[in-house]
């Protein structure tokens, strides 16, 4: 697995045990671990964050700043499926799956690198999360199911549920973008959110979406024949 920033790439592989933090030329660093990796996240700054199994727990996290040192260790109870680095690294949101009433659910946690605990958790989102990006606001869920965002003090500001196949999605800054086919209908969708607490501006897409990315306030949608670029008013 690759995972690029600020000029540096983590280079792992999943189930393995060893990743490495490389420049153009030359290697950073690597690291070796007792259990298995799961999935890591470098920051701009070239922290980073890496989610092993555990004997004990579900899960382990770890985060290491730019030169490799050990600044933060928990052991979760839950499973982490998410990390997104906060400004200058010195925090993180996380993800975090859990059962209710036979569903799966997602919660977020925000964590500062300097203190025990948690600053706040949020309430369960009815999807099963794949990503999590955090900004100034809070943070932006990625599900298997729906997305939404929760605000700055931990609580769900917007939902939304998919209707048919999410095909990928992105966050910058707070700004959203899904993609969503529905094949039966014939139906394909880009969804915009240009922040938590706010409607979705849809975008009806005339063939089969194919991959989505936000950048400079833009929303770049790869359709099966198109590149479009919109913005967030659509």
């Known amino acids: 697995m690759l995972c690029v920033s600020g000029g540096k790439t983590l280079i792992y592989e999943s189930s393995g045990d060893d990743l490495s933090v490389e420049e153009a030329e030359n290697v950073i660093y ?21 989610v092993t199994t555990s004997d004990n727990y ?44 036979g569903k799966l659910i997602t919660s977020v946690q925000k964590l500062d690198f300097s203190q025990d605990g948690e600053i ?7 999807t099963v999360g794949l990503e999590v990006y955090g900004y100034d606001g809070g943070a932006f869920v990625l599900g298997m199911e729906a997305c939404g965002y929760v ?35 014939r139906k394909y969708i880009a969804a915009l959110f240009s922040g938590g607490g706010t409607e979705p501006v849809i975008i ?26 919109y913005d967030f008013n659509g």
């Open 204 to 229: 009806d897409l005339e063939e089969p979406a194919v991959d989505v990315t936000v950048s400079d306030g833009l929303a770049y949608v790869l359709t099966e024949g198109h590149m479009m670029a």
């Open 120 to 126: 706040w958790t949020s309430p369960g989102m009815n």
């Open 151 to 185: 605000d700055g003090n931990g609580q769900i500001s917007s939902y939304y549920s998919y209707d048919g196949d999410m095909k990928g999605g992105y966050s910058s800054n707070g700004q959203s973008a899904i993609i969503i086919n529905n094949d039966d209908r």
């Open 58 to 101: 579900n899960c382990e996290l770890m985060i290491y700043d730019k030169k490799g040192t050990l600044v933060y260790e928990r052991k979760c109870m839950e499973l982490v499926s998410g990390l997104s680095f906060l400004a200058e690294s010195k925090g993180c949101v996380i993800t975090y799956l859990a059962a209710e009433n």
């Open 30 to 50: 690597e690291k070796e671990f007792d259990n298995n990796i799961l999935f890591a996240r470098i920051s701009p700054d070239g922290s980073i964050g890496v």
